[in-house]
């Protein structure tokens, strides 16, 4: 099993910059691929960015340029951030955190990022 705590959620002006952090427990060793998808008003859950044990990540077309994936893993820890530049009022959504060990997916509660002036 695989606890996922995120934070780092907020309101933000346009332009602006939030940093999202998910604190991973339990089995992670066996962890592959953490990431983040989000999930806006009225629209399907969708992914925002992944990066897996190996280091290889996977941006959104939407996201690219503007948000970093990263992961620190060292000793008995992993923590996975997603910092997000740059923001637009189209970024504005629940943001979940994600994990897949094996075949089953994991996810966190979820931290609302809202874009607004």
């Known amino acids: 099993q695989v606890q996922l705590v995120e934070s780092g959620g907020g309101l933000v002006q346009p332009g602006g910059s939030l940093r999202l952090s998910c604190a991973a427990s339990?089995?992670?060793?066996?962890?592959?691929?953490e990431g983040w998808y989000r999930q806006a008003p009225g629209k399907e859950r969708e992914l925002v960015a992944t990066?897996?044990?190996?280091?290889?990540?996977?941006?959104a077309d939407s996201v690219k340029g503007r948000f970093t994936v990263s992961r620190d893993n060292a000793k008995d820890k992993d923590t996975v951030y997603l910092q997000m530049n740059s923001l637009k009022p189209e970024d504005t959504a629940v943001y979940y955190c994600?994990?897949?060990?094996?075949?089953?997916?994991?996810w966190g509660q979820g931290t609302q990022v809202t874009v607004s002036s």
């Open positions: 339990g089995s992670i060793i066996t962890i592959t691929t």
């Open positions: 990066i897996t044990s190996g280091g290889t990540t996977d941006y």
């Open positions: 994600y994990a897949k060990r094996f075949t089953v997916n994991y």
